[in-house]
């Protein structure tokens, strides 16, 4: 339809078609079109203006909607920037159009001819109702008790959510009246989401907008068939023509639904069987229902999964509520103010209630005494509103089995876990653990991790089901859990770990603590390693703080080989110093002299924290040279060169690589082998550096012979590795010595061989070196492929050449670039 306009140009500035100070003919609609029209705004501007709906301003203007709410004028008037005359006008012709009040509280008078008084039409259920239930004076009936609750002005955030449910009411398909279900967990404010978005749609439900509260969370919900009788009485059915059971009543609401735009909102769901009877089954009707559970049964539905809050938006909502100014003054700790409260919306308004409340108080000191963590659940309460009573309710309604496994999940560590570790945890069959943590995510107690079965908490839940392990489990039943499930899981890493061992253990196997569930190759391995590492590594803190120390020395053992593989994990610092102190406790001066070879290893490698690297390495050093072990000798020798080398001592770091090289020669066992191979890759790389390539050349191909002799006594994948990273080397070398042709095939091989076995820290790094050669050789198109997947890959494992990876694709369009293009 065409917006309507002025009636004459020229006009006084109130009339509109009638007299001055009357409402235009035709009622609210066409005055609305004829000042919008006057100030040149579209209905998508004055929607962008007012916040009401496009598809609302739509009805109004045609007559469809004819008496909108007073907030929603002001907005209007507002946005239409109207003058008091102006705003007055257009609030009488909007309050024309509203329903009177219901004048009388008894029943409605029997007809003439005898028949209840009811709805027009049948209210049997034979036949649609055709509008609201009259008094005999024919005012319509407001059905008071089942009116929206208000709407909050400090509403914040959530703008694509509100956007698809306003789409649901622009596009309502009276064949399949749309249900749309907002669920998440306790504090996500799914209420005054869906309150809000009542609130904004209205206008396109003129027939009119019900809430009811089926009290899901209550120890009794509200019944349906209840609920229905309410719905059906406020629609405007007489009380005696209200059907006795669930079944006619559900038959008459969507009797009376058929042909009316109404909105519905049934706030606090408990279950699908609930809601079902409530739905309408055709008509231009649009349903909201809230619930803490997915209601994951409901079918044909469109779901609204409400999510934490970005802190910005966070910051947005307290700020509305303490106001700007307070915000301003104390910016940071207003985000730690939010940090604090998880970025739950119910958790951010309670502070912000209780800063409001108190206008004299920093936020600085709301955020001190949040940061006490056992006091934070007590702190987060302003009057009747707490989180933990948010909490307990949903709490109260799980099945005790579910509520064992929602306490004990608190004792894993996060971010996340299985439902095997909870399994442990709570000592229950891990099938039965399985759907306890499956109701809880659907309670919106456990948020499921996207694409695995692993769950978490939010930190507030996570503190409220530990408040529950303290109060209602004995101590000694959680030490017992706890203990039961370290050592499951430590059995379990071990076994996993030592699948990639090599060397004098590579045919024996730590026993796994269930064969039937274990990984079963080094893919899998890998897998569970990786997911699981929180849980091992907190294992392994609470297995040497019980003093068991020869378990965490084997468990960091176990490890070695499989940490070689993962360097770009920091915690290997860790597991290795826990080695080493389980060692000296144990009085084992050789598992010293190696764990503390590990420890150096991942100074170097993991956190490239070199001062310490050098120390620990010096101090394996001694230990190794006091037993008399080579190979423990020309570890702590090659480790302490690595870190000189990165200090700028060349020389000293070249030294000790020749000396490691003499300790590790002509050994016959495996270990020994492999150890001379690093030396002498090492060796090679810092003679290239230092401008000795034709020397460092000679000593990589030393070592690729020997990785041909080495792999009759080792591992085939490992000297496969150890090959790999020395045709690495000799491509460098090639390249340095400005062999570039030469050197692409051995890059290629060791990029391809480090990609099949998973090693990203190893693989990248290579990547880079062929395409720098790459950018040499003049083929520039396939080097800026290559180098950018490689700057991609070393910035996600924070690696220290991700820098280089720039530099080479900035050259890659600098003079060099275009002198070669020619």
Not at 1 to 16: I, L, S
Not at 326 to 336: I, L
Not at 469 to 480: F, G, L, N
Not at 504 to 511: Q, V
Request: glycine share 8%; hydrophobic share 40%.
């Amino acid at each position: 339809m065409r917006d309507v306009g002025p009636a004459t140009a020229g006009q006084g500035e109130h009339d509109w078609g009638g007299k001055a100070g009357e409402p235009a003919i035709g009622g609210f609609g066409p005055l609305l079109a004829a000042w919008r029209a006057r100030v040149g705004m579209s209905q998508e501007q004055l929607s962008h203006a007012s916040g009401v709906s496009v598809r609302g301003l739509r009805d109004l203007e045609r007559g469809r909607s004819r008496g909108p709410q007073r907030r929603t004028v002001e907005a209007l008037a507002a946005a239409l920037e109207l003058d008091a005359a102006g705003a007055r006008e257009l609030e009488r012709a909007a309050s024309l159009g509203r329903p009177r009040p219901r004048p009388c509280t008894g029943r409605a008078k029997a007809p003439a001819d005898g028949r209840s008084a009811a709805a027009p039409g049948d209210v049997s259920g034979t036949g649609p109702a055709s509008g609201p239930r009259t008094e005999s004076c024919g005012v319509p009936v407001v059905p008071h008790a089942l009116a929206l609750p208000r709407d909050l002005r400090d509403f914040t955030a959530r703008g694509p959510a509100l956007a698809r449910l306003l789409e649901l009411a622009d596009e309502l398909d009276p064949a399949h009246p749309p249900v749309a279900v907002i669920c998440g967990q306790p504090g996500l404010g799914k209420t005054a989401f869906a309150v809000h978005a009542a609130h904004q749609m209205a206008s396109c439900f003129p027939d009119g907008q019900f809430a009811v509260d089926l009290r899901g969370m209550d120890p009794s919900p509200a019944s349906a068939r209840d609920a229905l009788a309410r719905l059906l009485r406020a629609l405007g059915v007489a009380d005696d023509a209200v059907p006795a059971g669930t079944e006619d009543r559900s038959g008459l609401l969507r009797s009376v639904l058929h042909e009316r735009r109404v909105l519905l909102l049934l706030d606090n769901a408990a279950d699908e069987e609930q809601v079902r009877p409530l739905l309408p089954a055709h008509g231009p009707s649009l349903t909201l229902v809230t619930s803490r559970h997915s209601l994951a049964g409901l079918e044909a539905v469109h779901r609204t999964e409400l999510g934490l809050l970005r802190r910005e938006e966070a910051v947005d909502l307290l700020t509305r509520i303490v106001g700007p100014e307070r915000v301003r003054r104390e910016g940071q700790a207003a985000r730690d103010l939010v940090e604090l409260c998880g970025h739950l919306p119910l958790a951010v308004r309670i502070a912000g209630q209780r800063l409001a409340a108190r206008p004299g108080e920093s936020i600085a000191k709301l955020v001190g005494q949040l940061s006490l963590v056992e006091a934070r659940l007590d702190t987060l309460r302003a009057g009747s509103l707490q989180v933990r009573a948010a909490f307990a309710v949903s709490y109260r309604q799980l099945s005790p089995p579910a509520r064992l496994v929602f306490r004990r999940a608190s004792l894993a560590a996060r971010p996340d876990f299985s439902p095997e570790t909870v399994a442990l945890l709570a000592d229950v069959p891990a099938r039965r653990a399985a759907r306890c943590v499956q109701d809880l995510s659907d309670a919106g107690l456990l948020q499921p991790h996207p694409g695995a079965e692993r769950y978490r908490f939010h930190d507030l839940l996570a503190l409220f089901a530990g408040e529950q392990v303290s109060e209602e489990d004995d101590p000694a039943r959680i030490t017992a859990a706890l203990d039961r499930a370290d050592r499951w899981i430590l059995r379990r890493a071990s076994a996993a770990a030592l699948l990639f061992d090599v060397g004098d253990r590579a045919g024996t196997r730590c026993a796994d603590p269930d064969p039937a569930t274990a990984p079963t190759d080094r893919e899998a391995a890998h897998a569970w390693l990786e997911a699981e590492r929180a849980q091992w590594l907190a294992a392994l803190g609470r297995a040497q703080a019980a003093g068991r120390h020869r378990e965490v020395v084997e468990v960091a053992e176990a490890m070695h080989w499989f940490s070689d593989r993962t360097l770009h994990w920091e915690l290997w610092t860790e597991v290795f110093q826990r080695g080493v102190d389980c060692a000296r406790a144990l009085g084992s001066r050789r598992d010293e002299a190696i764990q503390l070879n590990y420890l150096a290893w991942s100074y170097n490698k993991c956190l490239h924290d070199h001062t310490s690297a050098l120390t620990t390495a010096e101090a394996a050093l001694a230990v190794a040279r006091e037993l008399g072990d080579r190979l423990q000798t020309g570890w702590a020798l090659n480790y302490a060169a690595e870190a000189l080398h990165r200090f700028g001592r060349f020389e000293e770091s070249i030294a000790r690589l020749h000396e490691a090289a003499e300790q590790l020669r002509d050994r016959s066992d495996p270990l020994s082998r492999l150890a001379e191979l690093t030396t002498l890759n090492t060796l090679g790389r810092q003679l290239r550096q230092v401008g000795r390539a034709d020397e460092a050349l000679l000593m990589h191909r030393r070592s690729e012979v020997l990785c041909g002799a080495g792999a009759r006594g080792g591992s085939q994948d490992l000297i496969g590795l150890y090959l790999a990273s020395c045709r690495q080397h000799i491509g460098n070398d090639l390249a340095a010595l400005g062999r570039w042709e030469e050197a692409e095939a051995p890059l290629r091989f060791a990029v391809a061989r480090f990609e099949a076995a998973l090693m990203p820290a190893w693989c990248e790094p290579a990547r880079l070196d062929l395409g720098r050669v790459l950018r040499r050789l003049g083929r520039h198109r396939e080097a800026r492929e290559v180098l950018t997947l490689a700057r991609e890959a070393l910035a996600r494992l924070n690696h220290p050449r991700h820098g280089e990876a720039t530099a080479e694709l900035r050259d890659l369009d600098g003079p060099g670039h275009r002198a070669t293009s020619r």
